[in-house]
Nanobody
Framework: QVQLQESGPGLVMPSQTLSLTCTVS??????????WNWIRQTPQRGLEWIGAITYRGDTRYRPSLKSRTAISRDTSKNQFTLELNSVTPEDTAVYFC????????????WGQGTQVTVSS
């Protein structure tokens, strides 16, 4: 059974760095043909793709967030991490990690999501 679990602070101060970790179980994040994504959701904007790290360790980012985003992984812990710097209240959202099946262009497993609020 594949499971993804997000973890990290629920409150971040403006201008600081949001850091979240996704812990994966039931599969290996280096498994071929799977990408590991970060996605966020707000009532105003709906689901918004942030970026991904591939099974090879390459990264892809949403162009509008690229300058503030870094996704990395720790294969020894089977985890991947999102860092979003210089946050503003507009970065307040529910953040999800999700596995993407590249052969089908879909997300087949999601974490439960974690609320992150940017506020002083």
């Amino acid at each position: 059974q594949v499971q993804l679990q997000e973890s990290g602070p629920g409150l971040v101060m403006p201008s600081q760095t949001l850091s979240l970790t996704c812990t994966v179980s039931g599969t290996d994040i280096t498994s071929v043909y799977y990408y590991w994504n970060w996605i966020r959701q707000t009532p105003q904007r709906g689901l918004e793709w942030i970026g991904a790290i591939t099974y090879r360790g390459d990264t892809r980012y949403r162009p509008s967030l690229k300058s503030r985003t870094a996704i990395s992984r720790d294969t020894s812990k089977n985890q991947f991490t999102l860092e979003l710097n210089s946050v503003t209240p507009e970065d307040t959202a529910v953040y999800f990690c999700a596995r993407e099946r590249t052969l089908y262009s879909d997300y087949d497993y999601w974490g439960q999501g974690t609320q992150v609020t940017v506020s002083s």
